[in-house]
């Protein structure tokens, strides 16, 4: 059985980088788990939270990693709450295990559930196309721990042929026409240049977006996510780490000089992540986001990846693109005892509230 590290202190969190990435890309895991999102979520975001890293090792080399943090509080009440950096803000959620190494994963949970100082461990955004939810539930209730395994939110994602072209005749008639023809019609009337962030330009271009999202948002008379000035420091430094490591797909739409449209994604693996897109509301007729959304899927399927993740939420035009559903998962997990039965009642009517106020939303 692997033995167990815990890693408490920034130096050391900051020293996993390269055996961290290698083993994420070797556990086939998203770019949500690579150490340049955890370690500037937690810069961002890791204020009054204790850093508690498990990092598992099979003769000498690091075989898993959950990167998990403490609260000592939730919503004001004097809850320690075990949870993935990156809770909130991050569609997918998990631990990194190599799993041709017997044992690494199941290590990790025994290290987890063992681990003192908690009243509840509740894990986001657990993806159902993995078995983390499942065997995390299995084996605490053997231990005797009382759990909640509860639907958190629903994803798209789409499994790329060979061809844009072969891709295309798939669509529905109309929905192929607009692709195709905005497209064209964008091009013949302006100077169109779509283009992709580069390091000189990639803080001035996330700004750009920034600006993009929120107008975007403005018009539907909502709030955008980048208001929050910690989610914004996030992903500026994350977006330069990304961009020197290759995974970053920030493209910007440029009409007659103009930026108006940009779609901020990444690509690791054999996957495609759309995180977020942001356009000019007066180009939404002329279907600034769709024509970039496409450009962003054909540059995909050229480059040989295999599947396009349009990421949470139930928006209609993920399905026009031929997206599937599948599900996320969030669970929460007790000891014996009223205080750590509180927590996880306080956790899952959070979670029910949520879904609500998002289903409202969407």
Request: hydrophobic content about 40%; glycine content about 8%.
């Amino acid at each position: 059985m692997p033995a167990i590290e815990v890693v408490t202190d920034l130096e050391r969190f900051r020293s996993l980088k390269e055996d961290w990435n290698a083993l994420a890309s070797a556990a086939g895991s998203s770019i949500f788990q690579t150490w340049e999102w955890s370690w500037y979520w937690w810069k961002s975001n890791g204020r009054g939270k204790k850093l508690s890293l498990l990092v598992a090792r099979d003769a000498g080399a690091i075989v898993g990693i959950a990167p998990v943090y403490l609260s000592s509080t939730h919503y004001g009440l004097p809850l320690k709450v075990a949870a993935f950096i990156g809770t909130n803000g991050t569609d997918y959620l998990d631990i990194i295990a190599d799993g041709d190494i017997s044992g690494a994963a199941v290590a990790l949970y025994g290290a987890l559930f063992a681990a003192s100082g908690w009243d509840a461990i509740d894990l986001h955004q657990l993806s159902s196309a993995r078995n983390t939810a499942g065997e995390m539930v299995e084996k605490a209730k053997a231990l005797g721990f009382s759990c909640a395994d509860v639907i958190q939110d629903h994803c798209y994602s789409l499994e790329l042929p060979e061809s844009w072209e072969g891709y295309l005749a798939t669509l529905s008639k109309k929905f192929r026409w607009n692709v195709q023809y905005y497209a064209r019609r964008l091009a013949r009337d302006h100077d169109m240049r779509i283009r992709l962030s580069c390091p000189e330009t990639v803080g001035e271009d996330m700004e750009l977006f920034f600006k993009l999202h929120q107008k975007r948002f403005i018009a539907k008379k909502k709030p955008g996510a980048y208001l929050n000035p910690k989610f914004r420091k996030f992903h500026i430094g994350l977006a330069a780490a990304l961009c020197e490591s290759g995974w970053l797909r920030l493209y910007v739409m440029e009409l007659d000089g103009l930026p108006v449209a940009a779609l901020y994604g990444f690509a690791f693996g054999d996957t495609f992540y759309y995180y977020l897109g942001g356009f000019e509301p007066e180009w939404a007729p002329m279907s600034v986001s769709t024509v970039l959304i496409g450009r962003a899927i054909e540059d995909s399927i050229a480059a040989g990846m295999g599947r396009f993740d349009f990421l949470r939420g139930q928006e209609p035009y993920k399905q026009k693109w031929l997206a599937q559903e599948s599900s996320n998962h969030r669970v929460i997990i007790s000891r014996p005892g009223k205080r750590s039965g509180l927590a996880q009642k306080l956790l899952t009517v959070e979670n029910d509230l949520t879904r609500r106020v998002k289903d409202k939303m969407e």
